[in-house]
């Protein structure tokens, strides 16, 4: 199993509306980052998310860190075609060298 | 602005064949990866280095090899490629000050891997 899941896998929203994108560990959270991926192309960094309860924006997109329940939320208010991509959430171990490990991905597609 | 540069980003190997994945960055990271990503599987560690002329295993290291010379630059070298090595690779670099501390990876645009 994997140590960070995913939900949903994949998502279609039509343009305007609000979604949310979940991340859960299976393991204490040192730490949650999020990406987004276009197809062909490496992944972008986000937001980072170090500790219980704290939230950040970038635009319309919102990411929380819950650290009791270890997960963390992303949401896309008023959704555009330009949100369309894989979200990826990565989360760091504390010990060792502070590798980062990832989830499997949603595929979120806007149709406009 | 280049960042994270990857070459090849396209390339096809026969069975048995070997070839080198470039990976070169120009933020003075001292933190390097290799990644492979697979359809629905995620990203997978593969080698990563602290520093120059320091390197270790990730969770998927068999089949692969890595040098870190400079902090520039950490080639992968696949030796006597399989069709299990077909996927999508993936470098990555940031700076660190290590365990529980800030770790923000950036990404190169990927090189996409066949091996028939």
Redo the contacts between chains.
Sequence with gaps: S?E?EQSP?SLIVQEGKNLTINCTSSKTL??L?W?KQKY??????LM?L?KGGEEKSHEKITAKLDEKKQQSSLHITASQPSHAGIY?C?A??????????????TRLTVIP | NAGVTQTPKFRILKIGQSMTLQCTQDMNHNYMYWYRQDPGMGLKLIYYSVGAGITDKGEVPNGYNVSRSTTEDFPLRLELAAPSQTSVYFCASSYSEGAGAKNIQYFGAGTRLSVL
Excluded: D, S, V
Excluded at chain 1, 40 to 45: A, T, V
Excluded at chain 1, 92 to 105: P, V
């Design positions: 994997q960070l896998q040192y730490g980052y990406y062909g192309e490496g992944l972008i960094f980072m170090q990826l990565g760091a171990r504390k010990t060792g060298a502070n590798n980062l490990f990832f989830g499997t991905g």
